[in-house]
């Protein structure tokens, strides 16, 4: 098990905020301790020009604001802004630039926010670069207003060493924004690096439980959060209420999971590197991974998420994931179940292949989202497994 101590330190208070922040019973008329749901769609005015506080919940609802505001403090910033996804995260981003802006993307991102900003972004007229972590500053032209970077990207498990990223983006008055859906506001806080934007999909560890769609974008400039504001309502990519508070329920334990998801991913991945079926594990919370201590320098740990190379080609992923019975074989990640899936056919095959074959995004390349299950029944299904290869 890694050394915890190495880590940045754990954030404080960060369970107190989750369960608490912005939910003072008293701001209700019933003193419900538990955030009430708000279905309505609209609200009672006073007059045609007064109304309490809220008009119509495509602008504003008490699930909404209530989940927004703790999910900025969580990340150390002042403004949330929910989406009805992540990929509606990222396209509400993409809208607050205009024709002839250039964005600098990340080489290894996601396969649909890949999609998104190759094929949106022309449609806009945004001009778009991949970059790896150290072209980025030759990326830059005079025209460049955003970089934006999964940390820890999906599937190839690289850092992005965000404060350095932050400095050349600010010299060049451009806009960092940062993906840190994979490793969550528990472990990471891209805005204490000096990114300009956070971006998670809340469909993965922040809900936890596998059965809401989400995204959040989360800054401390004001500017940035009034243009998202702006678009958040007259684009209408809104969360509904009732998903809203699930999320409130699901980041009550957030912290607790996030421990608990990386004992169990570390466990897994040695096992997994010791396994003679097994050519390479990438995990950034193991000594092996190339970035191990760039990741340790930004986070203060490592969430379920890993990749492995299997020995051999799709036979023998297809093997493999044949004779899994705990984890199961599906797209997504972040949830208590463990998740497998073969990035190069699933989460990441609309990804052209010479830049599937750059990234080495292989079909022995398998991802895996360790669970919460017990570590000893996870090693017992993927020895099992292995030995079928
Ligand atoms: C890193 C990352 N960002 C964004 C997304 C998109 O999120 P959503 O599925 O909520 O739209 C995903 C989905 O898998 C992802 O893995």
Known sequence: MADQNEYLPQPQGF??????????????????????????TTFKHYDPENFKKYEY????????????????????????????????AATAVLNMFTVGDHIICGDDIYGSTNMLFRQVCSQFGLELTFAEANNIESAIKTNTKLIWVESLTNPTMKVFDIKSIAEIA????????????????????????????????ISKYINGHTDV???????????????LKFLQTVMGIVPAPFDCYQVTRSIKTL??????????????????????????????????????ELFKKQSSGCSGMLSFYLKGGLAESKKFFDSLETFTLAGSLGGYESLVELPSLMSHDCIPED?????????????????????EDLIKDLKKALEKV
């Open 213 to 227: 769609i989400m995204g959040v974008t989360i800054t401390n400039n004001e500017g940035i959060y009034k243009k």
């Open 170 to 201: 600010h010299k060049n008055k451009i806009l960092l924004a940062v993906d840190s859906t994979f490793v969550t506001p528990y472990f990471q806080r891209p805005l204490n690096f000096g990114a300009d934007l956070v971006i998670h999909s």
């Open 15 to 40: 369970a107190t905020t989750a369960i608490h922040a912005f939910q003072d019973p008293e701001q209700w008329d019933s003193m419900a301790v538990v955030t009430p749901m708000v279905a309505s």
């Open 255 to 292: 912290a607790l999971r996030m421990k608990q998801h990386m004992k169990n991913s570390l466990e897994v991945g040695q096992f997994l590197e010791k396994h003679p079926k097994v050519e390479k594990v990438l995990h950034p919370g193991l000594p092996s991974h190339p970035q191990h």
């Open 57 to 88: 919940s495509r602008c504003g609802n008490p699930n909404r604001d209530v989940l927004e505001n703790c999910l900025a403090t969580l990340d150390n910033g002042k403004y949330g802004v929910c989406w009805s996804s992540g990929l509606g």
């Open 355 to 375: 830049q599937r074959r750059v990234l080495k995004i292989t079909d022995n390349l398998v991802r895996m989202s360790v669970g919460l299950e017990d570590t």
